[in-house]
């Protein structure tokens, strides 16, 4: 089973340009995560979605968007890339909302 | 404010037992995990406790004190493999998890 995956693995990206960090689970899991990690600080949470079809916003969801189409897809977009968003992007899901997190291998973002 | 907090660096000794403690200040609580994660990868789940007492996983443990706001993951019979960063998280009231800022723990032989 492959659990999460996440793509891309790296990219460096021009400020000002657009992006989406692409995220699938197999596990039929019902909640999702997006989080950013930086050096010294702990996981924040980007934006989450709690079942297919509905979204919300977490700790630090400026300059970002996701949409959650199915149960098994979601996307984070960039709209306009900012260097402070230079950072490691990680996706998680959970069977529940207090479940446990499983993560994908996390998207290494460097915006110039 | 929410707040969780743990030691930023420890070291220890191969065989060794270490102690890493976590103590949390959160908007209600429904359970505290710990993960593990090696440099450069994903943190992968360890441990749970939503009730007081320990949990014993093999070489590691996790206690947990709801009225004391603390937590500890212990872990017996250290091996070189173990060097990795440790993240203490709790569930609030709103069932969102709240991260600690990990703590790198090194092992030397």
């Known amino acids: 089973t492959a659990g999460i995956t996440q793509a891309p693995t790296s990219q460096i990206l021009a400020a000002g340009r657009s992006m989406t960090l692409r995220c699938t689970q197999d596990?039929?899991?019902?909640?999702m995560y997006w989080y950013r990690q930086d050096l010294g600080l702990g996981l924040r949470l980007i934006h989450y979605?709690?079942?297919?079809?509905?979204?919300g916003k977490g700790e630090v969801p400026d300059g970002y968007s996701v949409s959650r189409a199915n149960t098994d897809d979601f996307p984070l977009t960039l709209a306009s890339a900012v260097p402070s968003q230079t950072s490691v992007y990680f996706c998680?899901?959970?069977?529940?909302?207090?479940?446990?997190?499983?993560f994908g291998p996390g998207t290494r973002l460097t915006v110039l | 404010g929410q707040n969780i907090d743990q030691p930023t660096e420890m070291t220890a000794t191969e065989g060794a037992i270490v102690q890493i403690n976590c103590t949390y200040q959160t908007s209600g609580f429904n359970g505290l995990f710990w993960y593990q994660q090696h440099a450069g990868e994903a943190p992968t789940f360890l441990s749970y406790?939503?009730l007081d007492g320990l949990e014993e996983k093999g070489r590691f443990s996790s206690f947990l004190s709801r009225s004391k706001g603390y937590s500890y993951l212990l872990l017996k019979e250290l091996q070189m493999k173990d060097s990795a960063s440790y993240l203490c998280?709790?569930?609030?009231?709103?069932?969102?998890?709240?991260w600690g800022a990990g703590t790198k723990l090194i092992i030397k032989p």
């Open positions: 596990m039929r899991h019902n909640a």
């Open positions: 998280a709790v569930t609030d009231s709103n069932y969102q998890l709240i």
């Open positions: 979605s709690n079942t297919a079809g509905t979204t």
């Open positions: 406790n939503v």
């Open positions: 998680a899901s959970s069977e529940g909302v207090s479940g446990t997190q499983y």
